[in-house]
């Protein structure tokens, strides 16, 4: 089934390492964009599409109004039915309250993503985030009782002089916190935003550093319950992201909003990050970023994202006999360097083999065509 992603690209303020496009909040504006998503929706209505995950991404999605919310949800329900489906909410903890948390409810969210970052403030403020972590536990306390029962966490790992204990401080922290869900994160240093300068870097973890921070999170957060699914995302039983999971294995989406992604038929393409001309387009605009999306190099590159992994099998149905047996051999190599498991049909990746995802992953497909 259809997942459906909605950007909002609306921020308090720009946060020092963010590259993701983002403006200012204005209340107008805000208003403006939310009946531009919903005319655009709304081009959907009588097509008999039916989508199960409905995912608010951005910018700070938490920064439109419960009825805002409430009215795209209402439009997606009529243009999609939505059964049953995973409605996600990012949120930055500094934008809502108990009443707030509880119209987002009442209008159908029942599921909440929270930029925590870190359990300390000192890292918090590095971060040029606007709560300390006391508005974020507030704000997870709150979001529970007003009835979410799946919220997320997320932390961002190698700030401002963090070692593996502080670390482990904030993952013991978050995980005491009622969350289903946390996705950690490497911070990396984005060219051309703030954090882009020697001061900054000598201050983050280096290579070696964040490889250590990645393991210790991987191992406190399984300790904990938190089981790894993918590279930088872990879940209590059950509760893994439906919605994300679409991305990793290669189903459609359809993005709404400026600089919103849509994968379907087979290509890929987005909606330009321009606020204002996603507001004056009667439909909004459109760029193909792949025009013929490879679904068995897809297959493998997402694939290998996810800690099941993918199956030989189907590698030999998308290419052929030769191209999984291919991989077959290099992953007993890799197996022995404890980067890679291979069991039966499966082959994923280890925790230590997500640190060098890219490059194995690259070689996984040149051995599918040798
Ligand atoms: S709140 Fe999120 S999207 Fe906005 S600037 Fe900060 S990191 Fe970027």
């Known amino acids: 089934m259809l997942g459906l992603y909605v950007h909002v690209p609306f921020c308090l303020r720009k946060c020092p390492y963010c590259s993701f496009y983002s403006v200012r909040y204005d209340e107008g504006t805000a208003e403006s964009y939310t009946r531009a998503l919903i005319r655009n929706i709304k081009e959907y209505r009588g097509r008999g599409l039916k989508a199960d995950t409905l995912y608010f991404g951005g910018g700070t999605p938490s920064l439109l109004t419960p009825a805002q919310i409430g009215d795209i949800i209402e439009e997606c329900r009529l243009a999609f039915t939505l059964d049953d489906a995973e409605i996600t909410l990012e949120a930055n903890p500094c934008t809502v309250d108990a009443e707030k948390l509880r119209s987002f409810r009442a209008a159908g969210v029942n599921r909440l993503s929270f930029g925590i970052q870190s359990a300390d403030d000192g890292r918090l403020g590095f971060l040029g985030r606007l709560h300390d972590y006391d508005t974020a536990v507030r704000a997870v306390n709150d979001a529970a009782a007003a009835g979410f029962e ?93 919605h994300n999971n679409k991305y990793w294995e290669c189903e459609k989406y359809l993005g709404f909003g400026a600089a919103a992604h849509s994968f379907s038929e087979g290509r890929r393409y987005c909606c330009p990050p321009d606020v204002k001309l996603f507001i004056e387009s009667d439909v909004q605009p ?23 992994g993918i199956s030989l099998e189907r590698v030999a149905g998308y290419f052929c006999e030769k191209s999984a047996e291919n991989i077959r051999r290099l992953a007993e190599t890799y197996s022995k360097h404890g980067l890679v498991i291979l069991d039966g049909d499966r082959l994923s990746l280890t925790a230590k083999g ?11 497909i040149d051995a599918a065509y040798s």
């Open 150 to 242: 799946n919220i997320s966490g997320d932390i961002m790992l190698g700030a401002a002089g963090e070692d593996c204990d502080t670390l482990r401080a904030t993952v013991g922290e978050l995980c005491s916190l009622p969350l289903k869900h946390i996705s950690a994160y490497m911070l990396k240093i984005e060219e051309g935003t703030p954090f882009d300068n020697d001061k900054v870097k000598s201050l983050t973890a280096d290579d070696d550093l964040m490889s250590e921070l990645y393991l210790t999170a991987v191992e406190e957060l399984e300790k904990r319950g938190f089981m790894q699914y993918e590279i930088s995302n872990f879940a209590r039983e059950g509760y893994e992201s439906r």
């Open 286 to 308: 459109c760029e193909v970023t792949e025009a013929e999306v490879n679904g068995a190099e897809e297959y493998i590159l997402l694939g290998l994202r996810l800690t099941k």
């Open 354 to 364: 997500f640190l060098v995802s890219n490059s194995i992953i690259a070689e996984f």
